[in-house]
């Protein structure tokens, strides 16, 4: 099954991707989305619709969304299509616009052709109507099966990745993906090893002191794609902004060995050795 492409508005150019999660201090919440505006890189507002809609309202930037629905849950393709339609209408009625830069359909690699054929068929109207710039395709769980929808599927013109230093397959998947398909790229996930965005699991408290290798992070993972990356705080905003530019020389390779060891030896490393057939 093929669906149509109409022409499309070109994504930013920007090498970071903003994912809004809640801080703390409710206090932030205000500055956290003046930063994120200020930025003027795309805003991902996932997390909390309604709530970052309200602070983002007549702001003139990309607004990107990953629906989170899970389409297994999915009877028919009518039902696929609906519920695909009703979380874009939930992002739209948010951010009180007719347009979103981009919206994401997750994907896990448990869903059947006809559960993809119902969502497709939702994005594909949406974006003729023009409700949608771009639409893309979020490897929620199974890598390669997202990938074979991006290559399936006309619709989806840019696919959204975990990447980041836990293995060397996490860092190699999406380079290889991309020349496969001639796709756009953005990868998430820098800092999460498996545990919930935008935290490093199970490592989040050492890494939280880390400014450092959080900013050497991003500024190699940036180089090559952009980044998508979660923020709760506009303090986050700015250390992300700073650290494309920064001049550290920082041997990530050393600097992460410590950290590798302990996630391989935690549950959580454990379970995706398992899952990934590795000795543990």
Known sequence: MSEGRPATRALSTSRLWFSLSLPGNPKELEPLAEAAVKSDCPIDI????????????????EIVAIGGLDLTLATSFDHAADLVYAKMLEILCAIGQETMSCFFLPVYGRETAVQM???????????????????????????????QQLQRYEVFEVILAPRNHSTPEALGWPKSALIRTHSTLVTCSPF????????????SSELDSNVALRQQILKELGQEFPVMVGVRTAAEIEEAMEALNSNSTLDLSEALTPYRERFSASEHGRLLQTQRGEPS
């Open 117 to 147: 054929q119902g969502a497709v068929r939702a994005v594909s109207n949406a974006r003729a109507e023009g409700n949608l710039q771009n639409v893309g395709v979020y490897a929620a769980g199974n890598a390669d099966f997202a990938l």
């Open 192 to 203: 999460n090893w498996g545990g919930g965005m935008p935290f490093f699991q199970p490592l």
């Open 46 to 61: 996932s997390s909390q619709p309604a709530l970052w809609g309200h602070y983002l309202r007549g702001a003139n930037r």
